[in-house]
């Protein structure tokens, strides 16, 4: 018993000092900028990375970072104990829009500022940083409508648990809902693409080409994960020469656009939006406001609310505009050319 | 089983307009069957060990990122030997991860749920390690093929000569099976319904080897025949369910479910079987992940998320029960073949995705309960 106790005492006062010292590190060392991902394995969330690092390291703030996996809930615990460990600015791709406000709140409360990075919120404190997302949309409808003017089009979009999804939806539909009404084009199929996995893309892209006897003329992919996918379920029934749309600029997607085997991918330069996040996240830590924010526009939520906004410009890179991938060292000219036909590429000479 | 696969084919005819029942379609859910079918041959018999495997689809993403970046970064993507040497080293990567995970079940004694719930994080997250997210693609042509892609068919000849090799496979084993039973004084079912049974097993061979010839590939406009993962597809049924019905290591892994305390008193080393086991499934997943990233033509870390649920559904409402000792590796099959069919049938008809997994998650239960109450009213 008396063993017991001592032990006991001894873990205590353990535990005091340790978290004592800690408070002291904590207070010594103040200058950290949270970063909570909601799922770090999709492609391109490493290169936002190395844009936010490439700016907070040079400014002396270390970055602390969590992955919610994709879970909502987990995403709650994440950003919470982010301000336990007393960042001074929290940046959010939200998994889910309404299931972060808590969290969201418990950080202004606390006085820390946040950066919605990327994945919208229904947050008024917030500020938005993104590309424009409904641009996005619009981009991606333009260039396919430009190389596919009519026809039967299939819509293979993303996980329907991200609302940005319908972001890209309202910009796509812009630009294509007349050409619906008055039946130039039509959509035959739609689906949405769980985890936007490409080889989903694929069975689903099987089974819609299989329902419609092959008559599509285009896919309207979200992004290039799941344009991935529909090219290998085109290519299966010698379709290549059907328009092809994706989104985020990845390595195989350019090199297919090279290829002529995609119309159209858009680019985000996700390293600059990367840089732009942790500029404004530096400047509210130091006590800047949202309004004098550089390049700041006010935005909507979804639920109509005023929201800063800092959106970045798309890019819609085809086969005429490989070069601005290029020149920005996104792509190397060996892996973007491998396969094309340095005829018909202008880029690839 | 076969009846509800009967129904559901059925019911899918009507409501797709008879587009489900195409030859196209058919190919096509040939195809899509594989993948899912090759591992689910391994599953059952894990299930009937009573062990588990959750991290087959993480399995399945790491190894098919590891194989195309052995084909484009370690060797040259068009070169002629690329294919093969690709394809063994996948099948070693899924050998090893099998003999890791059974290594750590069998002789460290971590419950099999435990090891492979770490596993599915582990691997999915190691694919995502491996190339740092980026997806590989293209990948070599010849390893294409593998995947059903680039016409990988056998054409209708070899199609042809594959349907009369089981033809006459089924009758030679019907006639050596009830020459047996008379030898050892068993009572055989009357001739003619042996004859039908084998009849009917023709039929549909013979229905499936038609279907198959009869859908044309895009590019040749020839008849296509059956597609290379299918004939993997079969070998590997075949051969994992001759193991376990035949050979003594089917027999071991039954009297494991059924008993593992008897089974190792009456002296069989139960360690070394589950690790088998496990070594067994790793090799099916590689398998499995050489048909897929074939057929997708990329190396992609989100390759196979969440298939260890329907692989472990397709073995369940095949018949394998979760308490170990019972199940047939072709009621696994026969449950995968249903669970695709509905997937993609529902996709014919333009349903929601969410609505899509709701959906199999009742058949799923549907599925167990039409089973479980049929062996209770077969053992009254």
Redesign the interface.
Known sequence: MQRVARMMALGVAAMLSSSLLLSNVAFAESMKIGVSWRHFQEERWKIDEAGIKSVLEPAGYEYVSTDAQADPVKQLADVESLIASGVDAIIVLAQDSQAILPALEAAHAAGIPVIAYDAPVDDANAVFVSFDNFAVGKLMAEAMVAAQPNGNWVQIEGDSAHSIVKIFRDGQMEVLQPLIDNGTIKIVGQQNITNWQPDGAQAALDQILTANNNDVQAVLAMNDGTAGGSYAALEAQGLEGVALSGQDGDKAALNRIARGEQTVTIWKNSMNLGMAAAEAAIELAKGGKMADLKGMVMTKTESGKDQSAVLLTPYAITKDSLNLVLDAGWISKDDLCKGADAGTVAVCK | MVVILAAVWAGFGLF?GG?FL?P??LF?LSL?VAVVGVMTTGMVLLIVARQIDLSVGSQVGFIGVFGAMVQTQFLPVDGSHTWWIAIVCMLLAGVAIGALNGWLVAYIGIPSFVVTLAGLMFF??AA?MLN???????LSDMFRRVG??LDGTIGPTLSWLCGALAVLLICAMTWRNRHRRERFGFSNPPPWVAALRVAAQIAAIIGFVLVLNAYQL??SKSPAGIPIPVVILIVVGVVVSAISVRHRFGRHVFALGGNPESTSLAGIDTRLLTLKLFILMGFLCGVGSVI?SA????G???????MELNVIAAAVIGGTSLAGGIGTVAGGLLGALIMQSL??GM??M?V???LQ?MVLAVVLILAVLIDITYRKRAKR
């Open positions: 797709t587009i195409s196209r379609n096509n899509q999915r997250n995502y740092a997210g980026e997806t590989i693609a293209p059903g892609g895009p590019s897929l057929r997708l033509n990329a992609a870390s989100l390759t196979g998320t969440m997937e993609g996709i014919l333009g929601p995705s969410p997994r």
